[in-house]
């Protein structure tokens, strides 16, 4: 099966930076997307960026500006950058890719298991 293992996460004062990092492993054919979505209390799950496997990427109004995605293609990895960081940001990080497996011709979904944000103000 595929394996998405998030890190970075942690406590940060506003103003403050910090890069999220997301691999996958597994029998995996190919990569479409890579993304990060993010959850806070009693809210939906939201998408923060996205990246495609030719490096287009397409940013929440939120965070343009501010945060940076990108992907290591030979790595199976994705990262965020986060600068400049609010409270509001405050939220677990979740990584998703949309993957096509070996010997399976079907996209499919997988999420990570997510990695908490938290910004004090």
């Known amino acids: 099966q595929v394996q998405l293992v998030e890190s970075g996460g942690g406590l940060v004062q506003a103003g403050g930076s910090l890069r999220l990092s997301c691999a996958a492993s597994?029998?995996?054919?190919?990569?479409?997307?890579m993304g990060w979505y993010r959850q806070s209390p009693g809210k939906q799950r939201e998408l923060v960026a996205v990246?495609?496997?030719?490096?287009?990427?397409n940013y929440a109004d939120f965070v343009k500006g501010r945060f940076t995605i990108s992907r290591d293609n030979a790595k199976n990895t994705v990262y965020l950058q986060m600068n400049s960081l609010k409270p509001e940001d405050t939220a677990v990080y979740y990584c998703?890719?949309?993957?096509?497996?070996?010997?399976?011709?079907?996209?499919?979904?997988?999420w990570g298991q997510g990695t908490q944000v938290t910004v004090s103000s």
């Open positions: 597994g029998r995996i054919f190919s990569i479409k997307t």
């Open positions: 998703n890719a949309k993957l096509q497996m070996v010997a399976d011709p079907y996209e499919y979904a997988y």
């Open positions: 990246i495609t496997s030719n490096d287009s990427t």
